[in-house]
């Protein structure tokens, strides 16, 4: 298994999770952004840094995601891409898409697009907070235990 991130939006409290929980299950972790990152040195966390354009990173994702790979993201299209090839995905807020939700996350996030695109001011998510950390890092735990 090897856990994927989508690392240009995601937060730095869960790249730290990421990385304690790499190091602790020697579980291979790879953050793909199209910036340089700083990651801890360890034979199990690296970070690659693809091209600037349109969902490079999430693109070179899905083309290496195996089956059972996990992928760290909240842009809901990727995670659609990764289940269809078998993998999981978890956002930073510690929720799991599924085979079961994806469907209605996509369905809603094309509508929240079209009405922004028509001009209709809607406000973005909830500020990351302490409680989505701890959801995330508890999701996380409970996931990687069960591969034990």
Request: charged letters at 20%; a neutral charge.
């Amino acid at each position: 298994m090897h856990i994927w991130v989508d690392a240009d939006a995601c937060p730095g409290v869960i790249k730290e999770i990421l990385f304690r929980a790499a190091q602790r299950t020697q579980i291979m972790t790879t953050l793909v952004a199209n910036k340089m990152l700083r990651v801890p040195p360890s034979p199990y966390i690296r970070a690659l840094q693809v091209p600037h354009g349109f969902d490079v990173a999430d693109q070179h994702i899905v083309q290496q995601v195996q089956t059972g790979d996990l992928v760290i993201t909240a842009d809901i299209p990727l995670a659609s891409q990764v289940i269809e090839r078998g993998g999981h995905a978890l956002n930073p807020r510690g929720e799991f898409y599924t085979t079961d939700n994806i469907q209605q996350r996509l369905t809603m996030r094309n509508f929240m697009e079209e009405l922004r695109g028509s001009g209709v001011d809607i406000s973005g998510p909830a500020s990351f907070s302490n409680n989505d950390r701890q959801a995330f890092a508890a999701q996380l735990d409970r996931y990687l235990s069960k591969l034990r």
